[in-house]
């Protein structure tokens, strides 16, 4: 009995010990695992990324979606098929606060030739909305150009904007921390960019809780049990001095 009752004890108090085990990482969505599109083959639907699956949507004219934008320009001419206002400082693979690669652009409709994606100038959105997996919360982001980049989630069916880009110039790049954590992005939620004219989006950065944590029992429904298990343990030992004081 004894053994059995120290053994509920201890499991409610590590239940209640486990409700703060939990901890946050933050993990960057670059999109450095992707290849530029050369060839303006169509827009970028979804994406995988930390173990998530975000479906991929867009709004505004004249743009065919999303589409990914090499500011290290291989496989071009030297201005970039004339996006050189995307690369940082102005040299094609130079890295100005951290902002260079692979950046997020709104592709232009197929109006030209040319071997590499390239951004479209008037305002529209992306949205990524997370279909599988963790939920997540947004951080910060950084961005390349002029342009004036907004942006917001949808979770529970509320918009809630987060922060501001604006006031660059052709390559010059800024990053952004909000103000505040972004609501928790979950299933069927979204995060949206919204670009008021030409330029690009080169990082977002999230934060997550340890997928690897185990679960914890919530205080509220621990602490009786752990409570309960100390009870038991005074009982116990009420018991044995009235057993002993018998036996004098």
Do not use: H
Not at 108 to 124: E, I, K, M, V, Y
């Amino acid at each position: 009995m004894m053994k059995s009752v120290c053994k509920a004890a201890a499991a409610a108090l590590m239940s209640v010990l486990g409700a703060t085990a939990a901890t946050a990482a933050t993990v960057t969505m670059d999109f450095e695992d992707l290849t530029a599109n050369l060839g303006n083959e169509g827009a970028w639907t979804s994406y995988q990324f930390a173990n998530r699956t975000f479906g991929i949507s867009w709004s505004g004219g004249r743009s065919e979606g999303a589409n990914i934008f090499d500011t290290a320009c291989q496989g071009g001419t030297s201005d970039c098929r004339g996006d050189d206002d995307l690369l940082p400082g102005g040299v094609a693979g130079a890295s100005s606060e951290g902002v260079g690669g692979n950046v997020l652009i709104r592709q232009r409709t197929r109006d030209r030739g040319g071997d590499l994606a390239n951004d479209q100038a008037n305002s529209g959105t992306i949205t990524f909305t997370l279909l599988a997996g963790s939920a997540l919360s947004w951080v910060g982001a950084s961005a390349v150009d002029d342009g004036r980049f907004t942006f917001s989630t949808r979770t529970g069916g509320t918009n809630t904007v987060l922060g501001v880009i604006s006031g660059l110039d052709d390559n010059e790049t800024e990053q952004l921390t909000f103000d505040a954590l972004s609501p928790l992005i979950s299933l069927n939620d979204s995060f949206s960019i919204f670009f008021e004219g030409s330029g690009a989006v080169d990082s977002f950065v999230f934060e997550t809780v340890d997928e690897n944590t185990p679960a914890a029992v919530p205080v509220p429904a621990a602490l009786p049990l752990m409570l309960a298990g100390l009870g038991g343990l005074g009982l116990l030992a009420r018991r044995r001095r009235a057993r002993a004081n018998r036996t004098v």
